[in-house]
């Protein structure tokens, strides 16, 4: 009997329930997908103003800044109200007062005008001396007597202009040592870029340079800067005396070793050299500036001062 009692007796099955979460929905994933979305209009913008031109940047800054009304339709202007904005009228780019619609066109126009003759000027002067420089350097290669320093005879093509440097070679030497004599070898190399620059209407900057050695006689007051204005205004004897008037030059300059042809090396041979400039109209007006007169312009002569007695 107890055993049929022990059968008899129900089973209880406990089942414990968990707390769940509360319902988040999808409001989280809205909210991601409008920051990626943001994200990667952000990184699109920057994209955008990275790849776009200065000029363009332009453009769309005058856009928004002129209301479309008064820029496409004409209308009021804002000179016409009390706004605390300065300037107005029908042409918003003037700062002050009531303005005639145009003037501020005929600005623009004359600006883009100056512009581009700005870049026709330079375009020009980058084909001479393309010219130039293809010009010397068939006159080296077709001469016997200087092909064999071709090596010492670099042509670069800078923003400045045409650059024509010739380099010092251990036994080589452009002049003798610790003078401004020149070698013959180098007066026949500055007599053929002397006769090349005849024909050449831009101006022409010369420049000496020296290594880093120190000048035997620096205690006299002689150094390195005095020599390489030596050297400099040798070499432009040598090319007046092959008829490049003195005129072209707008500059002869002693460096010393301040401008090193290898900076890694400042002892090397190369350091020592003779640098022709032949300029560009915009590098001409960097260095000459307003008082650049035209060499056809007759300029009257200072009136004498008064004399002082003794």
Do not use: C
Request: zero cysteines; glycine letters at 10%.
């Amino acid at each position: 009997m107890a055993g049929d009692a022990k059968k008899l007796q129900p089973i209880i099955i406990k089942r414990v329930k968990k707390g769940g979460h509360a319902v988040h929905g999808g409001a989280w994933k809205i909210a991601y997908a409008d920051f990626v979305t943001a994200m990667m209009a952000f990184f699109l913008l920057m994209w955008l103003l990275g790849s776009t031109s200065e000029g363009d940047k332009k453009g769309i800054s005058d856009y928004f800044q002129s209301p479309l009304k008064v820029a496409m339709q004409g209308g009021s202007g804002a000179g016409a109200s009390n706004s605390v904005i300065s300037g107005g009228g029908n042409d918003l780019t003037q700062s002050a007062g009531q303005s005639k619609r145009g003037d501020g066109a005929d600005k623009t126009a004359k600006k883009l005008s100056g512009d581009k003759n700005k870049v026709e000027t330079a375009m020009r002067d980058a084909r001479k001396l393309a010219a130039l420089s293809a010009k010397i350097a068939g006159v080296i290669s077709n001469n016997p007597k200087l092909a064999e320093f071709s090596s010492q005879i670099k042509l670069e093509i800078t923003p400045d202009g045409l650059q024509i440097q010739i380099v010092d070679d251990q036994k080589r030497p452009m002049f003798d040592s610790g003078n401004a004599t020149v070698k013959p070898y180098m007066r026949d190399i500055l007599k053929e870029i002397g006769v090349a620059l005849m024909d050449v209407e831009n101006k022409i900057s010369l420049d000496g340079h020296t290594d880093r050695s120190a000048y035997g006689n620096a205690a006299r007051g002689y150094s390195n800067w005095e020599l390489s204005a030596d050297r400099a205004n040798a070499a432009r004897r040598e090319l007046a005396a092959s008829g490049m008037p003195e005129e072209k030059l707008a500059r002869v300059v002693g460096m010393a070793s301040s401008l090193p042809f290898i900076p890694e090396d400042p002892l090397s041979p190369s350091n020592r050299r003779i640098s022709i400039l032949v300029m560009t109209k915009e590098a001409e007006e960097r260095l000459l500036g307003s008082n650049n007169v035209p060499l056809d312009v007759e300029t009257e002569p200072p009136a004498p001062s008064p004399k002082t007695p003794p």
